[in-house]
């Protein structure tokens, strides 16, 4: 272990994470433009982008073709529990978070991490699991938007802007093709600087795969709870949660065990899949209540720093 290869660990992760972000915003942009050009409704828009993580998706396959398990895995686990516990305690901690939602979103939100224990049953991730998460996400997506309808999940300055001053069809095509291309080149370098880091700096590939690597790609996720809050659209925060989780734990998973079939790390069947699904009962009894307050967002965060402190010693 030398302090040069340390530092190109970091250099490749750190660009690798700055590449993903910036290209995820060009792919909005290319996205919500092809949207309105298309005519298709806001509402329909905002429900699906309100929880594509692109930068997500393109880390998660990229470790999982390298073979590096905890962090394909931790794309999903690490990432859900970071939103669940972190983005939603910390911004209920900042803003105060008063909505209610449909009975059967909340029970859609219970129940999804609970499915995506499926992969986990063997040795590898099962090809034919992936199948069912995709299909499993393709319906309950389907039914957030048709009980959704009245509701607005996401109203970004994305939306606005597209929707005020549509661009030509070429400009949004070319955005979506750009931020494509660059988010698959950003998570080869978040995956190459992480794999780096297990080799090179005796960081255990659990510590980084389910806590720092989802930790730098979801920060941004604590922004996505407070704004929308703090200007009073707590349906628009709400509904962030609700649709990010669905593509965690459904669709990206589902994604890396039919394209990429890695093997099932021991702690994430014993410790990342139960945490979860308990962070994300907890969450769905506070959202049930209709208001998560300062003392329910500090314990939510307390549950990720229990996390973060169980990964590092048992890892």
């Known amino acids: 272990m030398s302090a040069s290869s340390i530092l190109v660990a970091l250099l490749l992760f750190a660009a690798g994470v700055a590449v993903v972000v910036w290209s995820t915003e060009r792919l909005l942009h290319g996205l919500v433009g092809i949207a309105v050009v298309a005519s298709v409704a806001p509402f329909v828009v905002s429900a699906v982008l309100s929880g594509m993580e692109a930068e997500n998706v393109a880390v998660g396959l990229a470790a999982g073709s390298r073979g590096a398990a905890d962090v394909a895995l931790g794309t999903v686990f690490?990432?859900?529990?970071?939103?669940?516990?972190?983005?939603?305690?910390?911004?209920?901690?900042?803003?105060?978070?008063?909505?209610?939602?449909?009975?059967?979103?909340?029970?859609?939100?219970?129940?999804?991490?609970?499915?995506?224990?499926?992969?986990?049953?063997?040795?590898?991730?099962?090809?034919?699991?992936?199948?069912?998460?995709?299909?499993?996400?393709?319906?309950?997506?389907?039914?957030?938007?048709?009980?959704?309808?009245?509701?607005?999940?996401?109203?970004?300055?994305?939306?606005?802007?597209?929707?005020?001053?549509?661009?030509?069809?070429?400009?949004?095509?070319?955005?979506?093709?750009l931020g494509i291309g660059a988010i698959t080149a950003g998570g080869e370098l978040v995956a190459s600087g992480a794999t780096r880091l297990i080799a090179d700096a005796g960081l255990s590939a659990g510590l980084v795969g389910m806590v720092l690597t989802p930790a730098a790609i979801e920060a941004e996720e604590v922004v996505r709870q407070v704004v929308p809050a703090r200007a009073g659209r707590h349906d628009v925060s709400a509904g962030n949660v609700v649709g990010t989780l669905l593509w965690f734990a459904l669709f990206n998973l589902g994604l890396i065990a039919l394209a990429t079939p890695v093997r099932v790390p021991r702690l994430s069947r014993a410790l990342d899949y139960p945490f979860l699904v308990g962070a994300t009962w907890l969450a769905t009894a506070l959202l049930a209540r209709g208001r998560i307050g300062r003392t329910a967002g500090a314990m939510l965060v307390a549950l990720a720093v229990a996390y973060a402190l169980l990964r590092g010693l048992l890892s």
């Open 78 to 177: 690490g990432g859900s529990i970071f939103l669940v516990c972190v983005a939603l305690g910390l911004g209920a901690m900042i803003a105060p978070l008063r909505v209610r939602l449909p009975r059967g979103v909340l029970v859609l939100f219970a129940a999804a991490p609970v499915v995506a224990g499926l992969p986990l049953l063997g040795d590898t991730t099962p090809r034919w699991t992936g199948a069912l998460l995709l299909l499993a996400f393709v319906v309950g997506l389907a039914y957030v938007v048709r009980v959704s309808r009245h509701h607005v999940f996401m109203e970004s300055d994305e939306v606005e802007e597209a929707t005020e001053r549509p661009r030509p069809v070429w400009v949004s095509v070319a955005f979506t093709v």
